[in-house]
C-alpha cells in the first residue's frame, strides 16, 4: 500500500529541479559567501541570485529580503525586532491576531517580560478579523500588529490590506506571516502595505533551512541575532548557501506553477468537500476566501487524533489542529478563537493538496474515511 500525503501545509516534498539546483552548493563548489576567493565569490553570486527569484516570487525588491533560517526565525525577528524599537516609550501594546502560529504569539508574549503588553485580535465565526473591534484595539498606543495572511489550519485569507491600513494609520508597524500564502495566492509586499512580511521555503517543495523576511527598507528594525554582520547586520551567521539556493529555485518553481496549482487544488478540495457533505461534517471557513488546498473539518463524536491515527493505518496522511504542534490533544486554537465549542473543534481534521495529489486518491479517501467513520462510530456505540 503506497502512503497518500494530504498534509502539504505542514511541509513538501523537495522537487526534483530544486535538489539538482542545490547539489553544487553541497559539493564540490561549496564555498562561504564572505570569503574573496572563487569560491566565496560563487557562492555569493549564488545567495544572491536566489535573493532576486525570493523577492520576485513576492513583489519585493531584492534589498528588502532578509535570510532566515526558518519561518519560526523570521516570525520571531519580526515581533521581537520591530517591537524593540517601536513601543519603546509609548506604545508598548503589541497586538497579534487570535488564530497566528505559536511562532507569533508566543514571542510577542516573551515581550510582556520586557515590559510590552501583549494582546489578541479576535476573529469571527469564519475565522476573519474583526476589523471594527481591531480598530477599538488600536486607541491604546500599539507598536506592532501582526496578522497572518493565510491561516495554515482553516486556509482562510485575511483583507490585510485594510487591516494595515488601521494598524499603520494608528502607528503602528505592520507584520503579516505569509507563510501559508506562498504560492498558493498571488502574493505581493507592496500591495499589502505591510512593514515586514514572512515566507518559508519548505512549504513549496523548497528544503527546510531556508525562509525569509521581507523587510521595508525604512524599518529600523533589530537583528535577533548578532555576530559577523551577515544579511546587512540584520542576520548574522553564515548563510546556507544550499538552502538559500533551493529556496530560490523553489520560488520560481512556484510562481510559474501557481495558477495551475490553484486550479488543482481547487478541483480536488470541491470533490473532498462535495463528498463530505454526505458524511455530515462542519467544514471550516467555506463561507469566505481560503487559500485553495485547505479543507478543515469535523466529523460529530469522533476525535480528531483518532480518526488521523485511524486514516495513516489505511495510508492517508492526514492533521489534525495545527500542522506544527499536532502532538498536542488541546483542540485547535484557531478553532476555539472561531467559537467553535471544545468538542466539536477535538474533532478536527485537516487535508492539504499539493499538486501531485490525484482525483482518484481523494475518491479512495473518501471511501476509506466513511468506513472509518463507520467503525469508529460503532467502536464508540460498544463502548457506551
Ligand atoms: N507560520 C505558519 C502559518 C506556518 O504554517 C508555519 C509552519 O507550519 C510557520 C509559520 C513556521 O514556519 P517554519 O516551519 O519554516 O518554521
Not at 498534509?7 to 529541479?17: F, I, K, P, R, V
Not at 507592496?190 to 513549496?204: E, F, G, P, R, Y
Request: glycine fraction near 8%; hydrophobic fraction near 45%.
Amino acid at each position: 500500500m503506497a502512503n497518500i500525503y494530504f498534509d502539504h501545509n505542514a511541509t513538501t516534498a523537495l522537487d526534483n529541479s530544486v535538489l539538482e539546483a542545490m547539489l553544487p552548493w553541497m559539493t564540490n563548489q561549496a564555498g562561504n559567501p564572505t570569503s574573496r576567493h572563487v569560491f566565496g565569490r560563487s557562492a555569493r553570486d549564488a545567495v544572491e541570485h536566489a535573493r532576486a527569484q525570493v523577492a520576485e516570487a513576492c513583489g519585493a525588491y531584492t534589498s528588502q529580503v532578509v535570510f532566515t533560517s526558518c519561518g519560526t526565525e523570521a516570525n520571531n525577528f519580526a515581533v521581537k525586532g520591530i517591537g524593540a524599537i517601536k513601543t519603546a516609550a509609548i506604545a508598548r501594546q503589541i497586538l497579534t491576531s487570535a488564530i497566528e502560529h505559536p511562532c507569533v504569539t508566543r514571542p510577542a508574549i516573551a515581550m510582556q517580560q520586557h515590559g510590552y503588553v501583549s494582546q489578541k485580535i479576535m476573529v469571527d465565526a469564519n475565522g476573519k478579523v474583526d476589523l471594527d473591534k481591531f480598530k477599538l484595539q488600536l486607541n491604546t498606543p500599539t507598536g506592532l500588529v501582526s496578522v497572518m495572511l493565510a491561516n495554515n489550519e482553516t486556509g482562510v485569507i485575511q483583507e490585510l490590506s485594510a487591516i494595515a491600513e488601521a494598524a499603520r494609520s494608528a502607528g503602528a508597524f505592520m507584520h503579516t506571516d505569509a507563510v501559508q500564502a506562498l504560492g498558493k495566492i498571488d502574493l505581493n509586499f507592496a500591495d499589502l502595505n505591510v512593514n515586514a512580511m514572512t515566507i518559508s521555503s519548505h512549504k513549496i517543495h523548497g528544503p527546510q533551512g531556508a525562509a525569509a523576511l521581507v523587510v521595508d527598507k525604512k524599518l529600523d528594525i533589530q537583528p535577533l541575532l548578532h555576530g559577523g554582520g551577515q544579511e546587512k547586520g540584520l542576520r548574522s551567521g553564515t548563510e546556507n548557501v544550499a538552502a538559500i539556493v533551493g529556496f530560490g529555485a523553489a520560488c520560481e518553481l512556484a510562481i510559474s506553477n501557481r495558477a495551475n496549482f490553484a486550479a488543482h487544488t481547487t478541483a480536488l478540495r470541491s470533490q473532498l468537500e462535495q463528498g463530505l457533505q454526505e458524511l455530515n461534517v462542519s467544514i471550516f471557513g467555506k463561507q469566505v476566501a481560503r487559500i485553495p488546498n485547505t479543507s478543515f473539518f469535523a466529523i460529530d463524536n469522533i476525535e480528531g487524533e483518532t480518526l488521523v491515527m485511524a486514516l495513516d493505518r489505511k495510508g492517508y496522511a492526514v492533521a489534525s489542529g495545527s500542522a506544527c504542534s499536532s502532538d498536542s490533544t488541546e483542540p485547535s486554537h484557531v478553532l476555539l478563537a472561531m467559537g467553535v465549542p471544545a468538542d466539536v473543534a477535538r474533532g478536527a481534521v485537516r487535508v492539504s493538496f499539493g499538486a501531485h495529489n490525484t482525483a482518484a486518491q481523494v475518491a479512495s479517501f473518501l471511501a476509506t474515511l466513511n468506513n472509518e467513520i463507520l467503525r469508529l462510530k460503532q467502536l464508540t456505540a460498544i463502548a457506551a
